[in-house]
């Protein structure tokens, strides 16, 4: 197990009032945790700027009925098959689908396959989640 510090923190008592609402919004057991998750979110992002390789999912939603929109959306994952470890497709309603794609690779190219597929017309928002690959964030 890894040695816990102890260390002060001093910050406008509106700003920690702020905080613990969040941490209660979120459900985290104690600020101590919410900290640890918030520094944690700081590394992997910084991470992701100064390495080889990141892990993450890029969630795109669109209209399955808009004419050739699947057809380019799977043109650009066979582009971008080297970072790509897996796809889920979802049916949300009649009209709409959510696609998830688990990615792992080269920062910049999973950020292009990212740009790739929001600027898609017809998706109607995409998101990239970077969770990094874990080695660095003990």
Not at 19 to 39: G, H
Not at 94 to 116: F, Q, T, W, Y
Not at 127 to 137: E, F, H, N, P, R
Request: charged letters at 30%; a positive charge.
């Amino acid at each position: 197990m890894s040695q816990l510090v102890r260390f002060g923190v001093s910050v406008e008592k509106t700003l920690l009032e702020k905080f613990d609402r969040l941490i209660k919004e979120k459900n985290y057991v104690n600020r101590s945790e919410a900290l640890r998750d918030l520094i944690r979110r700081e590394l992997v992002e910084k991470h992701w700027q100064g390495t080889d390789e990141i892990a993450g999912a890029l969630t795109i939603i669109y209209n399955h009925h808009k004419r050739e929109l699947l057809n380019k959306i799977i043109e650009v994952q066979h582009e971008f098959q080297k970072v790509i470890i897996s796809t889920t497709h979802i049916h949300l309603d009649h009209d709409n689908c959510m696609e998830i794609i688990a990615v792992k690779g080269n920062p910049s190219r999973v950020k292009k396959l990212s740009e790739s597929l929001t600027s898609i017309k017809g998706v109607k928002h995409g998101v990239l989640s970077i969770a990094g690959t874990g080695s660095d964030l003990k």
